[in-house]
């Protein structure tokens, strides 16, 4: 029997590495598109390592992981979320102080959301609004807000002022060239300007003494004129001659003068120099009135 040398085939263990692309393969298509599991800039296929220090840094910015995120709270949020979010800042920022009442806060949503200064009523709605949008626009806070509708307040307060001290003016002198005679001169201006063309609403600030007193006298003044000449049938002159005509102040001290005149050359005894004499003083004393 001859012997037959019958070798063992030598078994060798091939140990086969996966390639990395081959885990990524096996993930469903939904995930391969994920931007985590695309290829880097260079092409080459991520690691397991890299898709999970991507996943953990997008969980922290998504707010999963609170280690290092703060939410910030949107301006309608609950006051508890908004504390929450104030105290997370602070456990994460000691140093920071947070702002007293008073001092400036985030700009709201609208302009619904400011709050307007004590006082503000002196502001008429399109300024407000207007003021509001302004503030909006450039992200102004609660006190930058209040503090430009203090000065509007302020300049607006200033500016009636001035128009009611302007207007208190022009009565005075009024009353001063006028008199007990005021309401009567001021209707004839106010006939003879709606006369010629005046709106009611220019007529009535007239005779409400708004309106410049000087200018006021001029036209007084014109209309006496034309009435002192007669009606002559002049349309116009009959439609400011309206009543009896009553004197200034000014017109009284001259009629009292021209009686003394007269009363020089009447006899003391003569009943008609008492007559005179009384219509004198009583011309003497409405010229003095104010």
Known sequence: MSEENTATPETTTEVIEALPSEWVNSLPDQLKSAPFFKPTSDGSVRTIEQVLSDLNNAAKLQGNLTESHIKIPSHDAADSDKAAARDRILSLWPDLRVATEGEDTLPPAEVAGYKLPEGSEVLDAVTVEDIGKFAIEHSWGQKQFSDYASKMMEAQNSSNETAAQWQR??????????????????????????????????????????????????????????????DEGSQFVQQVNTGARSLTPAEHRDRATELFVTLQSTPKTSPKFKELNNKRMEHIGLGMER
Not at 181 to 199: N, P
């Open 169 to 230: 003016d022009q009565t005075t002198k009024l009353n001063e060239k006028l008199g007990g005679a005021k309401e009567e001169h001021l209707g004839r201006v106010g006939a003879a300007l709606e006369s010629a063309g005046a709106t009611p609403e220019y007529i009535s600030a007239v005779k409400a003494g708004q309106v410049d007193a000087d200018l006021v006298m001029v036209i007084d003044n014109l209309v006496g004129k034309m009435i002192d000449m007669g």
